[in-house]
């Protein structure tokens, strides 16, 4: 069978389903526990190779979906320390 040929806009309308697709998996219950899972791991171990610091300020873009579930991994893992999340920034002071 002889593939149909399309143009560039249909590639591009196809590859935008697949993307949003995506992205809309990344947003159910077990991926946000996922990803809060492997935040924490890492985490974790950034807080053991600098054992001596008091900050750490990451700047990016977190999902609204996400804010709440890492916020809470943080309050459990580090109970005496200070926890800011939002959608744009993750702080944490110890």
Do not use: N
């Not at 002889?2 to 697709?21: E, H, K, N, V, W």
């Not at 077990?30 to 899972?37: D, F, K, P, R, V």
């Amino acid at each position: 069978m002889i593939r149909p040929t399309c143009d560039a806009d249909q590639r591009s309308s196809r590859y935008g389903c697949f993307i949003l697709r995506w992205l809309k998996s990344l947003k159910t219950p077990e991926s946000i526990a996922q990803h809060t899972t492997i935040f924490e791991q890492d985490l974790g171990q950034l807080v053991e190779a600098l054992k001596e610091f008091t900050l750490i300020d990451i700047y990016g873009e977190i999902h609204y979906e996400k804010v709440e579930s890492y916020r809470l991994m943080a309050e459990t893992r580090f109970p005496k320390s200070r926890v800011e999340v939002d959608t744009s920034r993750f702080c944490l002071w110890i």
